[in-house]
């Protein structure tokens, strides 16, 4: 875990906010990596972080860092009930709805990329 990181726009060039009982989430990236933040706390995102999500009405995201877990939250899918009556529900709809599979999700394809995809303009 990283000390507490300045990010105003001038410093983020991009990433994606998350609001979750009241607690701030981010994806975002520096110059030198793509960053997983909740509140205060921050992780650089490398080939050896690890993503995970479990499942189900109350779920639970990982971040596991050199085989060890590093962050856990355990929190409920906002998107339950519309699953479950919404016939057209699919991964997109679920990933919109939960920010911490977009993240995992979206990790899975992105751990391999040089940071330099990310940089470009």
Known sequence: MGSVVDVSREKAEWGFLWQQRGRWFAIRND????????????????????????????????????????????????????AAIDPTYDAIDEEFDDFFLYVTEMWRHWKDKSMDTFLAA
């Open 31 to 82: 110059a030198e990596s793509l960053i997983f933040q909740a509140g205060p706390a921050w992780w650089r995102l490398s080939n050896d972080v690890e993503l995970r999500v479990t499942r189900g009405l109350f779920r639970r995201f990982e971040l596991e860092q050199d085989g060890r877990t590093a962050f856990s939250l355990r929190y409920f899918f906002r998107g339950a009930a519309h």
